[in-house]
């Protein structure tokens, strides 16, 4: 891959930890930034600019104003959520809320940051995304009802694979009648296969369904109901791929998308757990790939 280097490899192993460190201990990891001074809380994800440092400086790219950036953001999305957290302890939603979720979104959606990196690591500007929105919303605001948890349980395989076997006849049908799919045969070997499903589902579907499930149907949820918020995150959902594989509006990648993202949220909110979305998401994708 392109521009992969070793300093490359390091960023993307710095970035890695904070979700995973979440992914693996939450609770814990909460705990112990709920002890530290305000100040500290706030300013403490300014670190999480220290992998464009590294990256920028060794492709001889650096931008004080992307470094200005990739240092205020986290802090910005840090000192509103504290402020959220002490308005609305009841954790109904605060409009603070609904503007880190707008800009984390487009900001992923029209890649406004994408020019700070070299071709072939822009996934890196993502992975700081979701580690500055983890320590926000689970460190800081410390917002219940996550579920991002990499302990897989045997209830994830169950949901996630039922809303699979739900989806899939439908969509498929639908998505063969308006031509937006057409079927191949692109059959690794089994090895292949396998780690191409897990490169999707930590990589593609598990910031997905941490940003349309866990956040945005989670906090839609505490303000208009479970129905009304599974639809409208899966609008959102739907309307996030306007411009994918498509120089325009893409409706009929929109429309499927959201379809999706119904399956997607219903085995979220069952035991409201990011796995169990996550693998429906990641067989999803892994099918498509292979079959599509």
Do not use: C
Not at 199 to 221: D, S
């Amino acid at each position: 891959m392109q521009n992969v280097t070793p300093m490359a490899i390091a960023a993307f192993g710095l970035e890695l930890a904070p979700a995973v460190l979440f992914g693996l201990a939450a609770e814990r990891a909460a705990r112990a930034v709920g002890h530290w001074p305000v100040a500290a809380r706030v300013s403490f994800p300014a670190l999480l600019a220290a992998p464009y440092v590294m990256v920028s400086i060794s492709q001889n790219m650096f931008r004080w104003g992307w470094f200005a950036l990739y240092a205020v953001l986290p802090m910005a999305i840090a000192w509103l959520l504290l402020r959220a957290a002490a308005a609305d302890a009841g954790q109904r939603g605060d409009w603070r809320d609904a503007l880190i979720l707008l800009v984390l979104g487009l900001a992923v959606d029209l890649r406004w940051f994408d020019h700070a990196w070299p071709t072939g690591l822009r996934a890196l500007n993502e992975l700081f995304l979701v580690d500055a929105g983890l320590y926000g919303f689970l460190a800081i605001r410390q917002l219940g009802g996550i579920g991002f948890d990499f302990h897989l349980r045997w209830s994830d395989w169950k949901t996630g694979l039922r809303e699979l076997v739900f989806f899939a006849p439908p969509v498929v049908v639908l998505g063969l009648a308006l031509g937006f799919i057409h079927p191949h045969r692109n059959m690794p070997g089994i090895g292949g296969a396998l780690l191409r499903w897990v490169g999707i589902f930590f990589f593609t579907a598990v910031p997905e369904e941490l940003f349309f499930r866990a956040w945005v149907q989670n906090l839609l949820e505490r303000r208009v109901g479970r129905r009304a918020a599974l639809v409208v995150a899966s609008v959102l959902f739907g309307l996030s791929h306007f411009n994918k594989r498509s120089a325009h509006f893409n409706w009929r990648y929109v429309l499927l998308a959201t379809i999706a993202g119904i399956f997607y949220g219903r085995a979220w909110r069952e035991r409201r757990r990011v796995p169990a979305s996550t693998i429906t998401h990641a067989s999803v994708d892994w099918l498509w790939g292979l079959w599509f």
